[in-house]
Nanobody, 125 residues
Framework: QVQLAESGGGVVQTGDSLRLSCAAP????????MAWLRQVPGKEREFVAA???????YMADSMQGRFTIAGDHAKNTGYLQMSSLKSGDTAVYYC???????????????????WGQGTQVTVSS
């Protein structure tokens, strides 16, 4: 069982930056595929980014150039660095993990057995 805990959400202005953290206390994140997904009320959970244990990263098209996924293995913590935030980025952001990676399935929330509780990001104009 992998326990994940997100932090770093908040209320920011359009164009601001924010860094979300995903901690896995006592658990090395290196062996896992780590991902970020987000959800707004009434909509399905949406893929944002993923990082394979090999170090390869993947980003949703709409976030390319604005968001970056990274990890600090020494701290057992993953990060989602977000910049040039837009009102459309307002959502609850979740980190997730899986033991294996599948390029064809990485965008599917059902692919990830481990989830954090989510952190709210609100971008106001």
């Amino acid at each position: 069982q992998v326990q994940l805990a997100e932090s770093g959400g908040g209320v920011v202005q359009t164009g601001d930056s924010l860094r979300l953290s995903c901690a896995a206390p006592g658990r090395a994140i290196g062996p896992y595929t780590m991902a970020w997904l987000r959800q707004v009320p009434g909509k399905e959970r949406e893929f944002v980014a993923a990082a394979r244990k090999s170090g390869e990263t993947y980003m949703a098209d709409s976030m390319q150039g604005r968001f970056t996924i990274a990890g600090d293995h020494a701290k057992n913590t993953g990060y989602l660095q977000m910049s040039s935030l837009k009102s459309g980025d307002t959502a609850v952001y979740y980190c997730a993990a899986a033991e294996t990676f599948s390029a064809s399935q990485m965008k599917d929330p059902g692919r990830y057995p481990y989830w954090g509780q989510g952190t709210q990001v609100t971008v106001s104009s």
